[in-house]
């Protein structure tokens, strides 16, 4: 009765059936024939109405290093072409659920493409954007270790360039129960968002983002946080209840780790960053007593610290160090690694540092000062 599917198509009047195969685990949900966009089951709570959340991955066709998010409560590939589609539309899949509420009426299908005027998209860069094939890609994952949250992990980008690592975009995907457990409900919202880790002088950038996009233009900015709700908000998303905002739904939220080290501060979402040292908190030959020094890595880092309450908390093994070291030629690489207290191991995944800079003991281009995000690996 049914015929065989062919790419040219039918023209003798038997019917065809398509057929995909969907993953689980580590597997994608849906992966195109071309490889240019997955979709990502990721199971929050299966035994919640809102447990599980669908992540779309796009390579950008508009750059030649982008890798494109967005995010649903639903996804619909029943009577779709599916993995056949080349690029991201309606055709290969699309989010679904109450409009306004679980989707917006713009982008909501996997998104492989940033070419589009006064939209901003959640995305990372994952390799060089001259000659990006030339070095080999490596893709690194920090996972913590059990007894803590497990489920939390850092992907990040690497490219080995004149034999030094060079990382380029760090995420990570929401993912497990613990998440929120002491704000909200799997059974009423859904987790739809993420983290992507970037630098600033000095300084690392946890950025919260909202993985859907967001328009622009001037006075008129729209996006999955509008309030009040409208068909472009996705306002059962759980972090809807933080980020809602009449003028401004912005795409980040971000929280910087500033080195607090002989460096200036001053814009509100630095962190104050606690370092104390007996050798340099003195004037006139009176210091403050050795007694109080202070100096370790940071743990138990909120996703954002302006979430009140917090919903989930780094697990311990992901630290932020603050540096400020000699000589001044010093350099910090990722996957380098950092011994502290001759007990802990920590890799480094990131670092924003200057070299050659003046240091705390007052001799020119000898120090090097910055910040770090490691990961214990012992």
Not at 202 to 218: D, K
Not at 253 to 260: E, L, M, Q
Not at 289 to 314: D, H, Q, T, W
Not at 341 to 355: P, V
Request: glycine share 10%; net charge negative; hydrophobic share 30%.
């Amino acid at each position: 009765m049914f015929g065989v599917v062919t790419d040219s198509g039918g023209t003798d009047g038997t019917p065809s059936v398509r057929t995909t195969t969907l993953g689980a685990g580590s597997n994608f949900f849906q992966k195109a024939n071309s490889g240019q966009w997955a979709v990502l089951k990721n199971i929050n709570d299966a035994s919640k109405d809102y447990g599980t959340t669908y992540y779309t991955f796009g390579i950008d066709t508009y750059t030649n290093n982008r890798l494109i998010f967005n995010s649903g409560s639903g996804y619909k590939w029943l009577n779709k072409v599916g993995t056949r589609t080349s690029t991201g539309s309606t055709s290969a899949g699309e989010f679904v659920g109450r409009l306004g509420l679980d989707h917006m009426d713009s982008f909501e299908y996997p998104i492989t493409s940033t070419d589009s005027s006064y939209w901003s998209f959640p995305y990372v860069t994952y390799c060089t954007n001259s000659t990006p094939t030339a070095y080999p890609l490596e893709i690194r994952v920090y996972r913590a270790q059990a007894p803590q949250d497990t489920d939390f992990a850092v992907i990040q980008f690497c490219q080995t360039i004149n034999e030094i690592v060079q990382p380029y975009g760090a995420f990570t995907i929401y993912r497990g129960a613990t998440f929120g457990t002491n704000v909200w409900d799997y059974d009423y919202v859904f987790n739809g968002s993420m983290m992507i880790y970037g630098t600033g002088t000095r300084s690392i950038e946890l950025s919260h983002t909202s993985c859907a996009p967001v328009y622009g233009n001037y006075s008129t900015d729209r996006g999955t946080n509008e309030e009040p709700v409208s068909s472009d908000s996705i306002a059962r998303e759980a972090f809807y209840g933080y980020l809602r905002d009449p003028d401004s739904p912005n795409l980040y939220t971000k929280s910087t780790y500033k080195c607090n080290i002989e460096t200036e501060g001053g814009y509100e979402q630095d962190m104050y960053l606690y370092y104390r040292n007996s050798a340099y908190d003195q004037h006139l030959g009176n210091s403050v007593a050795s007694e109080a020094n202070y100096y370790k890595p940071f743990k138990g880092l909120p996703i954002n610290e302006r979430m009140v309450p917090c919903p989930y908390y780094l697990p311990d093994d992901f630290v932020m160090l603050q540096v400020s070291t000699t000589p001044g030629l010093t350099a910090f690489r990722t996957g380098d690694t950092v011994t502290v207290g001759g007990t802990e191991t920590y890799e480094i995944i990131d670092a924003s540092y200057e070299t050659q800079q003046n240091g705390l003991d007052g001799i020119d281009n000898n120090s090097t000062i910055g910040m770090l995000f490691m990961a214990r690996i012992s």
